[in-house]
């Protein structure tokens, strides 16, 4: 999708002037099929929309600006036809994807159809099919631009709304059950698709690094309330740095912001534990205060510094999180093992639970299970998830970990 005109790389006349990460429609009268596709090609980093029937095409081509329709040629899909004649019709000038047997007569059909308009079409995506085919399928449409460098401004993130949430299930290990949720923060940039965190995230002591903080709080809270109608009451906890924290105005605008409905179970706010050891009289004090605002703390990444957490006058933390360098592998690692098994003793005593992070692999379920782990974290139960595709998962334990008998 670049061309080159005098020597100067420039976007073509589908993409205009502005610098979006491509644009997708799937059209499809079936939900699930239009929702697999949409989610998929939002992961590889597409903006989408979805349509039904073929008379809403018309309004998508004009509303929406796609750079590629996907439509399917299964006999009780979207009529094939009028997506064609509302595409030649449009003068659509982006690329057609089209889902069914490369060798059938309605796919030959489609693709003699599409040559006589004008429209070109991607190779098709031959079904069944999965999200790496897909990818395959489309990728000469996406940005060849490489990731940001320098980091991208997180002023103008904020400014151009492209910050949101993704959602990690946590799950409970002796039933299986959903336990919670964390939030980590990704950016959308319009030229990259989505960007990780160590390309966007300001040091402390840059000015907009408590605005980043206050987003993370703010759009929490209403990814709870979304969530809530769509999913059901989840536990929501996100990560904060203890600078934040230190201003007692701002732990009160925290306070404030929590929601106010009864189906709401509080919000668990994550600390790294080497924060947490530099910082024990801070952090214990703003645990305290909070807790009676429907606010616990949880220290994250518990690895070699457990130790300094003994011995404290109190204990007021509600959660453990056990770096992943000591759960990944400690199958056949007996010092990991060793290291795993003190904090979980220390934690249960403490009346804190205490939860195993990077559970990749059934073998590691089954240590983290055997050692006595509360709670479970890691791709073993799914990646993390925009909201919407988060609130619409639902967990499987049998397709995953399997029976710990």
Not at 252 to 257: A, P, Q, S, V
């Amino acid at each position: 999708m670049i061309q080159t005109v005098q020597g100067e790389n420039v976007r073509s006349k589908w993409f205009g002037q502005r610098r979006l990460t491509p644009r997708a429609c799937v059209a499809d009268r079936k939900k699930h099929v239009r929702t697999f596709i949409a989610e998929a090609l939002e992961d590889f980093g597409f903006i989408t929309g979805e349509c039904a029937q073929a008379r809403e095409l018309d309004d998508a081509l004009d509303d929406q600006r796609p750079d590629l329709v996907v439509f399917g040629v299964t006999v009780d899909g979207i009529e094939v036809g009028k997506i064609i004649e509302t595409l030649a019709r449009k003068d659509f000038a982006g690329k057609v994807l089209v889902v069914g047997p490369p060798d059938s007569i309605m796919m030959k059909a489609v693709r003699q159809i599409c040559d006589e308009h004008g429209i070109a079409m991607l190779p098709p995506l031959p079904t069944p099919f999965d999200a790496g085919s897909l990818r395959a399928c489309v990728a000469a449409l996406l940005p060849a631009e490489p990731l940001p460098s320098p980091p991208v401004d997180v002023a103008e993130a904020l400014k151009a709304d492209w910050l949101e949430l993704w959602y990690q299930q946590k799950v409970n290990l002796r039933t299986l059950a959903a336990s919670g949720a964390e939030a980590l923060v990704r950016l959308r940039h319009p030229a990259w698709g989505v960007v990780l965190p160590a390309y966007f995230i300001p040091d402390e002591r840059d000015p907009n690094f408590n605005a980043l903080s206050e987003f993370v709080i703010g759009r929490a809270t209403e990814d709870w309330h979304y969530m809530l109608e769509r999913k059901g009451p989840v536990d929501l906890s996100i990560n904060l740095p203890v600078s934040f924290l230190r201003d007692s105005e701002t732990v009160h605008e925290m306070c404030r912001r929590m929601p106010n409905h009864p189906a709401f179970g509080g919000l668990l706010i994550e600390l790294d534990s080497r924060e947490v050891v530099d910082n024990l009289d801070l952090v214990i004090d703003l645990a305290h205060e909070v807790r009676l605002r429907n606010i616990a703390i949880s220290v994250d990444n518990v690895g070699v510094e457990w130790p300094s957490l003994m011995g404290l006058r109190s204990f007021p933390f509600a959660e453990l999180k056990v770096d992943q360098q000591f759960v990944t592998g400690c199958t056949d690692d007996r010092l990991k093992q060793t290291v795993c098994r003190h904090i979980i003793e220390f934690a249960h005593e403490q009346g804190a639970r205490v939860l195993a992070q990077g559970i990749e692999t059934r073998p590691d379920f089954l240590a983290a299970h055997a050692l006595g782990f509360d709670l479970v974290q890691g791709f073993l139960f799914g990646k993390p998830a925009a909201v919407r595709k988060f609130a619409r998962s639902r967990l499987s334990p049998a397709s995953t970990a399997g029976s710990v008998a």
